[in-house]
Structures are given as structure tokens and as C-alpha cells.
């Protein structure tokens, strides 16, 4: 991925790590794609079966199907098919196919008779609003794909908690946050419970994040590289097995994949996410002290790209828990010394202490 230049550092779209969210995200009206309006209409018992018709295409991320069914002024939206198929495939590789409809509504708005159908996609926690818009032919003038509700920020009782643990950063050298902080606009994560303030970490050179092409996991900077304990304590959860995903593609029925959960033994437990299968050190019980190399970097679990995934919660298991804010000790961010703070977006952070880790 490369990571366009913007503010102080850099700009880009959520690591294809639930991913692909500013340009394609599905963010509230992204859209796959929209043509201007047009003045007739369709009838609307024929739009719905011409939906119910087309929805498969959409479901299997069919593009050249569906570019075959888009009326001219669609195609010239769009451009071109290419562009069109590379933007089906990235969000039908994120969503996943359509296992459900759950409701279908039909309506005429500026020129187009519009189907809006509810739908649940294997990959997606919430519905979805799928929107066909047919001109006056019946051929696909429109096509949208956005969330039912606009996201917000989970509700949370510790927006003034201040952590107990004196945590390092669980790496060292230089690391990039992807997504930190307690807008959405700066952590998507932040809608989640237990991930209010979560954060996703990469190695940037050159403002991207892989060298070559990016296609393969060692291309990627942070891939392999040594995870640290950011406290200590003790292991009382962690999977090793799981599997390495190829680019492109997710485990979103076991989205940590390989990890840990660290108690700290004072109602604070630290995640870490998506590492490499069989590198992690230790076995569940074991004590760990603060900065000891507790696995590798992968690409396991609901990710599309290598990356670290930290939070801190309030209880061992994550659907039962609440995020808390983690405020790191120590650190360098954007090349300025903070002596405990929190990191957030687009930092580039690093402990002030290079070399801190402490091998097993």
C-alpha cells in the first residue's frame, strides 16, 4: 500500500484491515459506483425483480456481469470496466457474499426507480443497505453499497481513565499508527466496545508500507518482526495456530487470529493481534515481564495485511470486556519526547530507548 502524502505525515486508507475504507470503505456513501440522474422512470414491480435478479452478481462481486447490465451514462461514471472490476473486487473481498435479505423497499427518486434491499454479508458484523437504480430500459443507472446506520463511537465510561500498568510500546524501532485515537475519523475501531481505543501499527518506508508490489506477505515491512510484551504479566489467553492470511483475503470468524491476552493483574489486560502462526514464546499461565519478545508480526486473523494490533480492556475475554485507554510511557512521537501519553493516527512512534526488548 502506498500512503500518499497529507497533514504532518501521511494519509491513507484503513489497512485493507477491515480495510479499504476511505476510497471504498463503506464508510457512510461510499458508493460502488452512481451515474448522473435521468429523467424517466422504470415500473416498480418490474425494478424489484430486476434487483432480485441482479443482487447474485453483486453477492459473488461479479463485475463484468454487472457491467454488462449498467446503462451508458453508468458506464461513462464509471470510465472504465477496469476501474469498475478493481473496486468490485475490493469490496466484495471485504464484505463477502450476501447470505441474507432481510428487508426491500422500492421508490422513485430523482429520475430512477430504486430498490434499497437490507442485507447481511458473510464479513459484516452489521447490515448493509444494497441500492439498485434502474432508468426508464431497466438497465443499472446506479449501484451503492453502505452501511444501515452511520457508525459512531461506542458509548464508554472511561473516557477519563488513566492506566494503571507503566506500558512500553510492544515494539521497538519506528512503527507507524495506522489507526489510533477516540474519533473515528482518527480509529475505526473506536464504534467497538472492547476496542474504543484500539490501535493498528505498521513499518512505513518511503511512505508505503511493502516494498515491490506488495503482493506477497514478505513484501511487507513489519512482517516477521519481534512483538514485545508491553507490560508485565501473566498469559491467560492465546492461539498460535491459525494460518497466515494471502493478501487479499481475511479470517473473519477468528479475527485476532494468533495472539495473546496479558493480565496485569489490576483489571487491565493487553491484546495484541495477528501474528505469526507458531511464534509465539510462551503457553498460557506463564509470567512475562515488560518488553520481552512475546511473538512475530503476521497477517492472521480478519486482517488483509500485516500489521499489529494493540488494545488494552478491562476483563480477559473480549466480548465481555470494555476498552480503556493506554497511556505508553517513554516514547518518541514524531520525533518528540513524551513521557507518558497516548498515541494516535498517522504518528510515527518509537520507544525513547532504542534496543529495550528483552529476549526469553
Known sequence: MTLPPAGPRIRSVPIVLAA???????????????SPDSAATFDTTA?????????????????????????????AAMKDSARFAG????ISGQLGPIDSVLAEEVSIEAGRTRVISLVRHANAREPMRLLMAFDVQGRLDGLAVRPAEAPKEAASAFLEYQTKTPLRLPFDGEWLVFWGGRTLAQNYHAANRAQRFAHDLVIVKDEKT????????????????PL?????????????????QAIGTTNAPSPVGNGVVIDHGNGEFSVLAHMQPKSIRFKQG????????????????NTSEPHLHYHLQNAAVMREADGLPAFFHEFVADDKPV?????????????????GSVSR
Open 286 to 301: 506463564d509470567k512475562v515481564r515488560a518488553g520481552q519478545v512475546i511473538g512475530r508480526c503476521g497477517n492472521s486473523g
Open 210 to 225: 511493502h516494498s515491490g508490489e506488495g503482493k506477497e506477505l514478505t513484501d511487507y515491512y513489519c512482517y516477521g518482526a
Open 47 to 75: 425494478a424489484r425483480a430486476r434487483a432480485r435478479e441482479l443482487r447474485p452478481l453483486v453477492s459473488a462481486g461479479d463485475a463484468a456481469a454487472l457491467w454488462r447490465e449498467f446503462s451508458p451514462s453508468m458506464r
Open 228 to 244: 514485545l510484551a508491553p507490560g508485565a504479566g501473566t498469559i491467560v489467553w492465546l492461539e498460535d495456530h491459525h494460518p497466515d
Open 20 to 34: 479499504l475504507a476511505a476510497a471504498l470503505a463503506l464508510g457512510p456513501g461510499a458508493a460502488i459506483a452512481q
Open 87 to 90: 473496486m468490485t473486487a475490493a
Open 339 to 355: 513521557a507518558r501519553g497516548e498515541i494516535v493516527r498517522f504518528q510515527r512512534v518509537r520507544p525513547a530507548k532504542a534496543g
